[in-house]
């Protein structure tokens, strides 16, 4: 039966799915749709409640990739790529200048954590 109709009469005279049709109906049987929506009321307040506007969460999200420091030390460092500590400070510049508060960091190493953490002490890392 659907949400907010009422079938009166016997149910068991009522035609089978595959023959309902308004003209199959036996005349003993009516049925009649509530237009009203169904709520339950559970308890009456006293006083009306105050709805607050939900204020609006803006924030700014990105994404960047650090190029991990290994790439850049060691004998089989990449040639033309500046160390992980200058690339670190483009990274946390790029962070202040478009004031970004959540973002996903590609190739960053455990060496960069250090360096991310004393020039962003504000930002939590996950």
């Known amino acids: 039966m659907a949400t907010g109709a009422v079938i009166t009469g016997d149910e068991a005279d ?3 799915p595959a023959a309902s049709t308004p003209s199959a109906r036996p005349p003993s049987a ?3 749709v509530d237009p ?3 709520i339950q009321v559970l308890a009456q307040a006293e006083e009306p409640i105050e709805l ?3 204020p609006a969460l ?3 999200i990105a994404t ?8 850049t030390s060691g004998k ?3 040639k033309g790529y500046a160390g992980a500590g200058i690339r670190m400070g483009y990274t946390v510049g790029l962070l202040r200048n478009y004031e970004i ?4 960091l590609q190739e960053f190493q455990s060496s960069q954590l250090s360096m991310f953490r004393s020039r962003m002490p504000g930002f939590e890392v996950y």
Request: charged residues 20%; aromatic residues 4%.
């Open 30 to 32: 009516t049925v009649e």
């Open 36 to 38: 009203s929506p169904t």
């Open 58 to 60: 803006e924030f700014e």
């Open 14 to 16: 009522l035609p089978s």
């Open 64 to 71: 960047h990739n650090v190029l991990g420091a290994s790439h």
């Open 101 to 104: 508060d959540v973002v996903g």
């Open 76 to 78: 089989n460092r990449r």
């Open 52 to 54: 607050l506007p939900v």
